[in-house]
């Protein structure tokens, strides 16, 4: 049984290993810089939208305590996967979608960086983000007169913790709460995406998180490497400390992959996080991107830059700039109860798709839309946010109030939440 198993997966890893070099070979042009092939029936047009002319932007000027104090004070969150919300505003600061003169705006941008708030470790909480985001508001409400004629309709946020504007990292948590009542009109940039869900409202933008672009093209491999391994993940599979009966985390999809396929030698899957980590990625056919406390991870930005066909275990899950970006050519969608059977499928998808899905994903624009280089580059993320809020123009009627008209609620939610910042 297990000779079999080693004879299979032998086969599989050299016939993958061969369809590699063939896939590189055809990139190579394109990694040096020469024009690329348009991707028939992809979103490429949609991706090589230009924003510029299209919207005009007014950032409103707060007091650092909402931001680079916070930063002065721990410049660690400019690492951690909510940085987006850090490097957004400075990208607007200098971008030609800003305007100065608010009255010819299109949208309102509020720079406060909710989720700069680290433990000692580095893990950004969101516990006081509620708080600072309501006191903002109210500071542009008072000191501005935009504000009040749309109770926020024409204004983004980004808020880019585990469930949005949700603000907890529990998902029943932070159901309960919901998106925090003086956002509820707000366009919402997050992370998060899932369908049918209290913490995605409709018309938010789904955005990659932040994984860092310097870091990871440092670690780049030769292009005609093989790939030699077929299926690659380093994380967590249980989170004992915060969810010690099991089940919750993941939803058990983790734990689940680390009880079928532990001894799977298709399977290179472990906790451990080796210092090869991005390279391995590089070396690897399929990259597991299995939903943790949130539906998306990291993981998947790493995948598209390293060219590893994700493997999305999150049902339901709403992918990053969904309309620009075919995941569902790119990627393998693979539902959370059929985690036992993930060996079969995945050594079942013809070579064909393989190949066309490595081709995809070699196409320089797809990485440079799940990034946040610095300085920013046309078609990255930033670019792809303002074709979003672009895509949103004209406002409909019912974006601004009529007199006397104004819904939200001042009051609501936990008393915490309504302490000055
Ligand atoms: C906007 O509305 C709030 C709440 O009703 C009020 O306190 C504030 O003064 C208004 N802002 C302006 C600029 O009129
Ligand atoms: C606003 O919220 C507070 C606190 O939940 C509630 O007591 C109050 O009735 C609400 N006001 C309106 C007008 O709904």
């Known amino acids: ?18 369809l590699l070099v063939a896939a590189e070979a055809q990139q190579a042009p394109a990694q040096q810089g020469h024009q690329t092939e348009r991707i028939s029936g992809s979103a490429g047009d949609v991706l090589d939208d230009d924003p510029v002319g299209r919207l005009k932007v007014f950032i409103y000027d707060l007091p650092g305590k909402y931001n680079k104090k916070l930063l002065k004070k721990d410049p660690r969150c400019l690492n951690h996967m909510f940085a987006a919300e850090i490097f957004m505003h400075r990208f607007l600061l200098s971008s030609a979608v800003r305007t100065t003169n608010p009255e010819e705006a299109d949208w309102f941008y509020t720079p ?6 680290l433990t000692p470790s580095g893990l950004p909480l969101p516990f006081k983000s509620p708080r600072m985001m309501r006191s903002a508001i109210e500071l542009i409400a008072t000191k501005w007169p935009y504000w009040n004629r749309s109770e926020g ?9 585990d469930f949005g504007a949700c603000f907890h990292y529990q998902e029943e948590k932070a159901i309960g709460r919901g998106i925090l009542p003086l956002l509820q009109r707000a366009t919402l940039v997050q992370t998060f995406g899932q369908k049918n869900h209290v913490c995605l409202k409709e018309g938010s933008i789904t955005i990659p998180p932040f994984a ?7 670690h780049l491999i030769p292009g005609e490497t093989p790939r030699s391994i077929f299926v690659y993940f380093r994380g ?22 680390w009880e079928n396929f532990k001894n799977n030698p298709l399977f290179d899957i472990s906790t451990d996080h080796p210092p090869t980590y991005y390279e391995d990625m590089q070396r ?22 390293f060219g590893c066909i994700p493997v999305i275990i999150a049902d339901d899950i709403v992918l990053p700039f969904a309309d620009a970006i075919p995941w569902e050519e790119i990627g393998v969608f693979v539902p959370e109860e059929d985690v036992p059977r993930l060996d079969s499928i995945l050594t079942s998808i013809p070579t064909e798709d393989i190949l066309r899905k490595q081709r995809l994903l070699a196409n320089p624009s797809m990485k440079q839309a799940m990034l946040f280089p610095q300085p920013a580059q046309a078609g990255d993320a930033f670019h792809q946010i303002l074709n979003g809020l672009a895509r949103k123009l004209p406002h409909g009627e019912n974006v601004f109030l009529k007199p006397g008209q104004a819904r939200l609620n001042w009051t609501a939610g936990p008393v915490g939440d309504l302490k000055p910042w």
């Open 236 to 257: 967590l599979f249980y989170d004992t400390g915060n969810d010690p009966e099991g089940g919750y985390y993941a939803r058990g999809a983790r734990a689940s992959v």
């Open 212 to 218: 860092p672009p310097q870091k990871m093209q440092n």
């Open 153 to 161: 309709a024409d204004h983004f946020f980004v808020t880019p913790h």
């Open 284 to 305: 690897s056919v399929f990259c597991l991107c299995p939903l943790g406390w949130a539906p998306w991870s990291p993981r998947l930005v790493e995948a598209v830059v």
């Open 1 to 18: 049984m297990m000779a079999r198993r080693a004879l299979v997966a032998i086969a599989v890893l050299a016939a993958a290993a061969a």
């Open 112 to 117: 406060v960086y909710p989720t700069c708030d």
